[in-house]
T-cell receptor, first 116, second 109 residues
Framework: DVKVTQSSRYLVKRTGEKVFLECVQDMDHENMFWYRQDPGLGLRLIYFSYDVKMKEKGDIPEGYSVSREKKERFSLILESASTNQTSMYLC???????????????FGPGTRLTVL | AQRVTQPEKLLSVFKGAPVELKCNYSYSGSPELFWYVQYSRQRLQLLLRHISRESIKGFTADLNKGETSFHLKKPFAQEEDSAMYYCALSIQAGTALIFGKGTTLSVSS
């Protein structure tokens, strides 16, 4: 059974702080993703990584950066937190799979971040 | 650009009534479609995918390429079906899923 874990369920930070959100998966998946989930906006992709030390910008990368030093771990960094980054952050992983879709994305429980 | 549209933010039905959550996509290639569900205080999880052609918890979804739709259906809603439902599109194995904005299903007795 795939397990995706996130370091915190709830986090409260102050404006301007540097924030680290950690995600770990135990199924040797090549691909990992960070989304934010907001009411009425659905899931929006922030960054993704398809290999160690590789990263790609998603739809809303501004104000965020990521790090992937090991295959199982994908970190999301808010360099200087702002109130508009208050949100639910979801990490996911996905194997490369086979063409024709025998794979899917597996999600972590989420981190509810509040920036004051 | 690829897109997934879920036109209803909220769908409220009574227990035992039929349910249809709508999903339309835009993609010119051969799509893979998924439905994900998030129950209260639980993580987002896969409900079903179109290639499996299976029924999960009484839900089914058929891919209609002509109408570019992948609507989720259940003949008799249960209170435990109350949740947020997301339709998602994959254009290539291993890549990020493209999600719709979600539909909240509320089933009351």
């Amino acid at each position: 059974d795939v397990k995706v874990t996130q370091s915190s369920r709830y986090l409260v930070k102050r404006t301007g702080e540097k924030v680290f959100l950690e995600c770990v998966q135990d199924m040797d998946h090549e691909n990992m993703f960070w989304y934010r989930q907001d009411p009425g906006l659905g899931l929006r992709l922030i960054y993704f990584s398809y290999d160690v030390k590789m990263k790609e910008k998603g739809d809303i990368p501004e104000g965020y950066s990521v790090s992937r030093e090991k295959k199982e771990r994908f970190s999301l960094i808010l360099e200087s937190a702002s109130t508009n980054q208050t949100s639910m952050y979801l990490c996911a992983s996905r194997p490369n799979g086979l063409a024709g879709g025998t794979d899917t994305q597996y999600f972590g429980p989420g981190t509810r971040l509040t920036v004051l | 650009a690829q897109r997934v549209t879920q036109p209803e933010k909220l769908l409220s039905v009574f227990k035992g009534a039929p349910v249809e959550l709508k999903c339309n996509y835009s993609y010119s290639g051969s799509p893979e479609l998924f439905w994900y569900v998030q129950y209260s205080r639980q993580r987002l999880q896969l409900l079903l995918r179109h290639i499996s052609r299976e029924s999960i918890k009484g839900f089914t979804a058929d891919l209609n390429k002509g109408e570019t739709s992948f609507h989720l259906k259940k003949p008799f809603a249960q209170e435990e079906d109350s949740a947020m439902y997301y339709c998602a599109l994959s254009i290539q194995a291993g890549t990020a899923l493209i999600f719709g904005k979600g539909t909240t299903l509320s089933v009351s007795s």
